[in-house]
């Protein structure tokens, strides 16, 4: 049976961000960069002050004190009518161009006005004193931001300090939602005995969300591999199709076989984790189509593990490494599957070290445990027994 | 000067969390719910199997081997037409409702068919054998969830299983965004010479749709009481006033003197912390209104500190605590002016540890140290010099 790292890898192999379109940068946020970044402009523009106080040359204040001539006032967003002369001085607000002839601001505390016309410098400064030099933030020709970024809200005010009005990115796909089953019952619909209310439909809908991608909820489908087609080929319209249910051995669990009818590729069917074993991976045309698990957690933790990298590599994002964190498990953990496991797992910060305990029992059907947790604890194929106080990887929720 | 803590304690006893709504489950994601939610169910609502197999009396393979009936099959979803008899047995699937009369389900590894109408079994089990009970994982009666809680995907499952098709949360704010300055330029307009771009309102705009909200952007106000004026006025038709800029000592900082004469009643300007200073927040009747200063680093800063826990407590979440996380500074940082700083830093993982260094100059206008980083360090008021290898606290962005 594939591994969780072998399957990860293949569904990533075959998948390829989409096409690129461009946004208002005000639209962008959290779309993966297009294409690289390059500076047109020096930020700042100009060589400015870096705080309120006196342009002055600073040869003319070397042997301080020394009384120059006030000849102007340059606000923030105004430049000096007239550059500044051999003994004279400005005043200057904090981020307004120098003058030219300028190559020192000096601070009001070291300044003393002298009438209306004049001021007296107390200290010498050397040039650049409090200058910001254009181009101290970002130089014209560097490359700000490279493709496959991730435009947090930091990114998008640096786009908007380089002037970038309009932006090149990856467009979102759009996810298909199929929940099938012949026991799962709208919410707003009387739920007759023996069967379920359709909780992963909403679960992966807000998992989808949370990605910045619209998701598309389909009717549910019955166990009946003619009606499932139907709505599967629906979903397939869209650019990822998602399933839930229906994907064991069991004699109802018709998924795997509506879809090869329909013509999609099986890339791998079972998966060595629990929970979440009977995960399907295919391929409809271009388009990434996973069958999920109906219990609510194998949902959720296949999504987390397998769908999103997916959607990442669509929206043309670095994928995020997995489980690059670690913490103390509190407790002691065996097992004997050979599986790797997926806990939901308690993370806390106890005397500046980062512990980490499961929510208790881990029955794949216990919803709750995962609204209890903030962490899914990864315990790897080959351990048999964590002890207490042992490392583990852990992936926040 | 008020500190950093005393500054978040006033804004926070200033605010209420607004109105509650209702809305359909699948719009509530990271809404903060306005009341409990108590189980009105039991999840599951009935007993069933938990894998596929055979519906027995445990009674009748008391004395395995043993030899039933076959009277039927029971998928998921469906319900037995009649009681499981003494010395009868049913195929049953995963998650079907059990009959009555049945108090284990035997896995098929332990069955062997007899025929078409029998089933012998090779093991005895007790009762409860491979039963969920209703209400294993939320009995009825429970609170599930608490007001306050804020709904991630897995509590929008969580809803759904207990069949909540509408929720009630609290409205989300609206937040009016005011650049001010007359050196601010708009993206799209020719950039004239001493001029920058108007990037906070980009990076605030991105800041209030993280959590959630409704970003109103509003035209850049130039340094002068009556048009600034007007502008705030419009901006206080929102839930929520914020200005960048203008707020500092200089002769053109005006959004003070604006906002006063509009009878927006000043709480507090200024806090003791490096970037952000001239930080005000005041109140206009229950509406809070924040200036904060225009360096794009210090805009960044202030509004995390301080008006994402105003917004997080207005949206009815518990405010999350800050800085509870740390980590080891690999370098040393030195200040002598009492305040406390938020660094630009950058956190790791090296060896199972969790280390932070700085994106490195921490010039307040230097935005891409933002777009470096991906947390803040945090070194309070009292230290002067945090040795390499310390424990700092860190906030992730």
Same mark, same amino acid.
């Given at each position: 049976?594939?591994?969780?790292?072998?399957?990860?890898?293949?569904?990533?192999?075959?998948?390829?961000?989409?096409?690129?379109?461009?946004?208002?940068?005000?639209?962008?946020?959290?779309?993966?960069?297009?294409?690289?970044?390059?500076?047109?402009?020096?930020?700042?523009?100009?060589?400015?002050?870096?705080?309120?106080?006196?342009?002055?040359?600073?040869?003319?204040?070397?042997?301080?004190?020394?009384?120059?001539?006030?000849?102007?006032?340059?606000?923030?967003?105004?430049?000096?009518?007239?550059?500044?002369?051999?003994?004279?001085?400005?005043?200057?607000?904090?981020?307004?161009?120098?003058?030219?002839?300028?190559?020192?601001?000096?601070?009001?505390?070291?300044?003393?006005?002298?009438?209306?016309?004049?001021?007296?410098?107390?200290?010498?400064?050397?040039?650049?004193?409090?200058?910001?030099?254009?181009?101290?933030?970002?130089?014209?020709?560097?490359?700000?931001?490279?493709?496959?970024?991730?435009?947090?809200?930091?990114?998008?005010?640096?786009?908007?300090?380089?002037?970038?009005?309009?932006?090149?990115?990856?467009?979102?796909?759009?996810?298909?939602?199929?929940?099938?089953?012949?026991? #799962?019952?709208? !919410? &707003?619909?009387?739920?007759?005995?023996?069967?379920?209310?359709?909780? /992963?439909?909403?679960? %992966? =809908? +807000?998992? #989808?969300?949370? !990605? &910045?991608?619209?998701?598309?909820?389909?009717?549910?489908?019955?166990? /009946?591999?003619?009606? %499932? =087609? +139907?709505?599967?080929?629906?979903?397939?319209?869209?650019?990822?199709?998602?399933?839930?249910?229906?994907?064991?051995?069991?004699?109802?669990?018709?998924?795997?076989?509506?879809?090869?009818?329909?013509?999609?590729?099986?890339?791998?069917?079972?998966?060595?984790?629990?929970?979440?074993?009977?995960?399907?991976?295919?391929?409809?045309?271009?388009?990434?189509?996973?069958?999920?698990?109906?219990?609510?957690?194998?949902?959720?933790?296949?999504?987390?593990?397998?769908?999103?990298?997916?959607?990442?590599?669509?929206?043309?994002?670095?994928?995020?490494?997995?489980?690059?964190?670690?913490?103390?498990?509190?407790?002691?953990?065996?097992?004997?599957?050979?599986?790797?496991?997926?806990?939901?797992?308690?993370?806390?910060?106890?005397?500046?070290?980062?512990?980490?305990?499961?929510?208790?029992?881990?029955?794949?059907?216990?919803?709750?445990?995962?609204?209890?947790?903030?962490?899914?604890?990864?315990?790897?194929?080959?351990?048999?027994?964590?002890?207490?106080?042992?490392?583990?990887?852990?992936?926040?929720?």
């Amino acid at each position: 049976m594939l591994s969780a790292i072998e399957a990860r890898a293949t569904i990533l192999s075959n998948i390829a961000p989409l096409g690129s379109i461009t946004v208002e940068l005000g639209h962008a946020l959290h779309s993966g960069l297009a294409h690289d970044i390059v500076a047109r402009v020096d930020v700042p523009a100009f060589d400015n002050a870096q705080m309120d106080g006196y342009a002055v040359r600073s040869a003319d204040v070397q042997a301080a004190p020394a009384t120059l001539r006030l000849s102007g006032e340059i606000a923030a967003g105004s430049v000096a009518p007239q550059p500044l002369r051999p003994h004279e001085t400005m005043r200057i607000m904090t981020g307004a161009k120098i003058p030219n002839g300028c190559d020192a601001v000096i601070q009001q505390e070291w300044a003393e006005a002298k009438g209306e016309d004049a001021v007296t410098f107390t200290r010498s400064v050397s040039p650049g004193h409090n200058i910001r030099k254009a181009g101290a933030d970002i130089p014209a020709g560097t490359t700000v931001l490279s493709r496959g970024r991730r435009l947090r809200p930091q990114e998008i005010g640096v786009m908007a300090s380089l002037g970038e009005e309009f932006v090149s990115v990856y467009r979102r796909p759009s996810v298909a939602i199929l929940p099938t089953g012949n026991e #799962v019952t709208a !919410l &707003g619909k009387n739920l007759p005995p023996g069967k379920v209310r359709n909780s /992963n439909a909403y679960t %992966l =809908g +807000a998992l #989808v969300r949370d !990605l &910045g991608c619209d998701a598309v909820q389909l009717d549910i489908a019955p166990d /009946n591999t003619e009606e %499932l =087609g +139907a709505r599967m080929l629906k979903g397939l319209r869209e650019d990822i199709l998602v399933t839930t249910g229906g994907v064991s051995v069991g004699k109802y669990d018709l998924v795997k076989d509506a879809l090869e009818s329909l013509g999609v590729e099986i890339v791998f069917w079972k998966v060595n984790i629990k929970p979440g074993m009977p995960l399907l991976f295919g391929r409809y045309g271009d388009k990434p189509v996973f069958a999920l698990p109906g219990n609510p957690v194998s949902t959720m933790v296949t999504f987390l593990q397998f769908v999103k990298p997916a959607i990442e590599k669509m929206l043309g994002l670095e994928v995020e490494e997995r489980s690059s964190r670690k913490a103390k498990l509190v407790h002691e953990y065996a097992k004997k599957d050979g599986k790797r496991h997926y806990l939901r797992g308690i993370l806390a910060h106890e005397n500046g070290e980062a512990v980490v305990r499961t929510t208790g029992p881990q029955v794949s059907n216990v919803m709750t445990s995962l609204a209890l947790a903030n962490c899914l604890i990864i315990i790897p194929e080959d351990r048999e027994l964590v002890r207490a106080g042992e490392e583990v990887e852990i992936e926040l929720l």
